[in-house]
């Protein structure tokens, strides 16, 4: 769906909001009835062409006695959901009053199945209905929905020569459209906007960050896709359809199953719809409702694929506080055994929690199949660097890195987001790691690989082409170095936080000392240096060189020594300003001395 087409549905659902509910809802709440009445009109256009058969089935079994109707009526209905009510959506545009029109509608939404019910549930849609109904805006909301001038079903409006009036609304497209508005509504009404919503264009790079380095190891097999902060689903869905085309490119075959987790009750809700309407089946069931951090929702599970946005900046407080507090989590996901330290903990600050998705997701990787499992994962900058030595963040890169986990970290350009114009990173991880990958990272700076857009979609002023994408990806693959991409050992980000100490003096000079003869340190001496792990010699060799040579009576506290990891782009990227020739500035200088000269004497004389 083109740009133009996609604002005019935008504008078309804003105007629905600012005509029929405006003096009735604050903008902000505006989305209280648009979101769920655009997810009811696209299940109930999809129901529209099997109406007629779901209610002679339905009458058959009411005649017949049966209770238990919902797969009878979804086989009529020809989808995994139906609506038994007498009532097409389109059928309660005209009543003749407002509690008609109230009891009708409260019969047409009770007609859905129980997974729709559920979904419902989750918008509380139903709490809004009173008010639509006593403000005399019910009917016109549910006009404007059905109008003929947009088209929010899953598949393309025809026209009577066969041709396509209006294109499809696919899932992604949906969630473009549910996060544009309800950016619009909380901007309306001064709140923030939400969270960061994955354009399609990073969604497409991020499948094939983890597609195409084992498209040629994918087999006639069944394969798992896993997204730990779901949203609508998008992820997940454009994920499905690049593993079938390469699986197809490939002459495979294979069984594609979603499993995902949301807490938003909104976005949730979007995503069992979108399932719904794709076949529903045992993959509505997969997408869990509630905290991934506090609450696994596959607390047993492992996955082939993982592709994730969490959510950066925001506050897992609650969430640690479900956990035990900060201090008492014990979730093997983030605390564990590792590299001789029991009990090593990774708990970042809980102003910000987005490294424990990718933990998360970690610990989800298959450890006994060939191809292993490959995790693909948005995070802001704080991801790279935030955390001292020993500190929560710093513990969570060393165990990922220490542990050959990290293929490639990307730099995406700035203002690819919708709601952010932060700079982001894609984190690509394998356990499967290819030979010449092995001990070994690569950094890309795409930042400057971008093609403006011809309007702003919120804070989102580029995109990446599908050129641009190809030419990310075989930098990817080609793992070389040049102006775009950087490899490093893994040792290379790693470094010693060592605590170096120096004696007090006594009044003649020289070292004071304890009852042991040790040296009593002076605290107001006390440094620490960053040692980099790959430092030629280790840490003896940098006192030896680069300390004792200014400060003879230093020594390092070995108790207090830490190992730490950080990942600069500004350092490995940093370009020089390139310094212009004197013979420039020189040439310069004597052009505007000719430009100038006599000036100071005409301004003296104009001033007599």
């Not at 009036?165 to 949906?174: D, S």
């Given at each position: 769906m083109d740009n133009q087409i996609y604002n005019q549905i935008v504008s078309f659902i804003w105007g629905i909001a600012d005509d029929c509910l405006r003096d009735v809802y604050v903008r902000g709440k505006y989305r209280d009835v648009i979101l769920p009445m655009t997810v009811i009109r696209r299940l109930d256009v999809v129901l529209e062409e099997t109406k007629d058969e779901v209610l002679k089935m339905k009458e058959m079994l009411d005649t017949a006695g049966v209770t238990n109707q919902t797969e009878a009526l979804c086989n009529a209905a020809k989808q995994s959901f139906c609506n038994g009510s007498e009532f097409r959506l389109r059928d309660l545009t005209s009543r003749a009053s407002q509690q008609k029109l109230k009891a009708d509608f409260i019969a047409y939404l009770d007609g859905f199945s129980p997974n729709v019910q559920e979904i419902l549930d989750k918008f509380k849609f139903r709490n809004q209905i009173d008010t639509m109904v006593d403000a005399d805006i019910l009917g016109a909301v549910i006009e404007k929905f059905v109008s003929p001038t947009i088209n929010l079903a899953p598949f393309p409006l025809l026209d009577d020569n066969g041709g396509i009036?209006?294109?499809?609304?696919?899932?992604?497209?949906?969630g473009t459209l549910f996060?544009?508005?309800?950016?619009?509504?909380?901007?309306?009404?001064n709140e923030e906007a939400g969270e960061h919503f994955t354009p399609r264009d990073v969604?497409?790079?991020?499948?094939?960050?983890?597609?195409?380095?084992?498209?040629?190891?994918?087999?006639?097999?069944?394969?798992?896709?896993y997204d730990a902060a779901s949203g609508t689903g998008g992820m997940l869905t454009v994920s499905q359809d690049r593993l079938n085309e390469l699986a197809r490119r490939n002459n495979r075959t294979v069984s594609i199953h979603l499993f995902g987790q949301e807490i938003n009750p909104e976005t949730y809700a979007i995503t069992k719809a979108d399932l719904l309407l794709k076949g529903g089946g045992a993959e509505v069931d997969n997408i869990a409702y509630g905290s991934t951090l506090s609450s696994d929702g596959f607390p047993s599970r492992q996955f082939d694929f993982m592709l994730s946005n969490p959510p950066y900046?925001?506050?897992?407080k609650s969430d640690a506080e479900k956990m035990g507090g900060k201090k008492g989590i014990q979730d093997t996901r983030f605390v564990t055994d590792f590299a001789g330290i029991p009990d090593f903990g990774m708990i970042p600050r809980t102003s910000d929690g987005q490294l424990l998705f990718l933990l998360n997701n970690v610990s989800k990787m298959k450890e006994t199949t060939e191809l292993g499992s490959r995790i693909a994962e948005v995070h802001n900058g704080s991801s790279l660097f935030t955390g001292d030595a020993g500190q929560g963040e710093s513990n969570a890169r060393r165990y990922l890195i220490e542990r050959d986990l990290v293929e490639a970290i990307i730099a995406l350009p700035e203002n690819m987001f919708y709601n952010t114009g932060i700079g982001t990173f894609i984190w690509v991880l394998s356990n499967r790691k290819s030979g010449i990958r092995k001990g070994k990272i690569q950094l890309i700076d795409a930042t400057s690989l971008k093609s403006p857009l011809r309007k702003n979609l919120g804070k989102k002023n580029c995109e990446l082409t599908d050129d641009i994408r190809r030419q990310i990806i075989e930098l990817f693959l080609n793992f070389e170095e040049n102006e775009y991409s950087k490899i490093f050992d893994n040792i290379a980000f790693g470094y010693y936080k060592v605590t170096v100490l120096r004696p007090q003096l006594g009044e003649d000079g020289k070292p004071l000392r304890d009852k042991k003869g040790k040296f009593i340190a002076d605290k107001e001496l006390t440094d620490t240096e960053q040692i980099p792990l790959d430092y030629e010699g280790g840490i003896k060799a940098f006192m030896t060189k680069e300390v004792l040579p200014y400060a003879p009576d230093a020594w390092i506290d070995e108790k207090q020594t830490k190992i730490g990891y950080e990942i600069s782009f500004t350092k490995h990227f940093y370009k020089p300003v390139q310094l212009r020739e004197l013979s420039e500035i020189v040439a310069d200088i004597r052009t505007l001395e000719a430009e100038t000269d006599g000036l100071l004497e005409e301004v003296l004389v104009w001033s007599e």
């Open positions: 009036r209006m294109p499809a609304l696919n899932n992604h497209t949906m996060e544009e508005l309800i950016r619009r509504f909380n901007e309306e009404n969604v497409e790079l991020m499948a094939d960050l983890i597609f195409l380095p084992v498209a040629d190891q994918i087999k006639d097999s069944t394969y798992s896709v900046g925001k506050s897992w």
